[in-house]
């Protein structure tokens, strides 16, 4: 069963950078399709932040174009989240989604992680 691990959260002054990592678990070895953030704020929707397809396609949400890159390496089975120029209202928790395929009955799924917090402060 896959687990998907993330880290990099933590408390950041506005204006400043995190990365955040996420990194797929997984004996069955599935190959990774496409990689997204998403993040939820107290008491709002989870919205999606960025994705990357294992094509090296990106694409941001309108709040976070300028400021955030996404990028994967499949051979580590790992992607990130680099966030800079960050703001207060980038606070809330980030979770990483993997599309994978197996090439068994289960084919394409999706994975979640348990999220990483990000705080910023003013």
């Known amino acids: 069963q896959v687990h998907l691990e993330e880290s990099g959260g933590g408390l950041v002054q506005a204006g400043g950078s995190l990365r955040l990592s996420c990194v797929a678990f997984?004996?069955?070895?599935?190959?990774?399709?496409?990689m997204a953030w998403y993040r939820q704020a107290p008491g709002k929707q989870r919205e999606l932040v960025a994705t990357?397809?294992?094509?090296?396609?990106?694409n941001y949400a309108d709040f976070v174009k300028g400021r955030f890159t996404i990028s994967g390496d499949n051979t580590k089975n790992t992607n990130y989240l680099q966030m800079n120029s960050l703001k207060p209202e980038d606070t809330a928790r980030y979770y990483c989604?993997?599309?994978?395929?197996?090439?068994?009955?289960?084919?394409?799924?999706?994975?979640w992680g348990q999220g990483t917090l990000v705080t910023v402060s003013s």
């Open positions: 989604k993997m599309g994978l395929y197996y090439a068994d009955e289960r084919g394409y799924l999706d994975a």
């Open positions: 997984d004996r069955a070895s599935p190959s990774i399709v496409s």
């Open positions: 990357i397809t294992n094509n090296g396609d990106t």
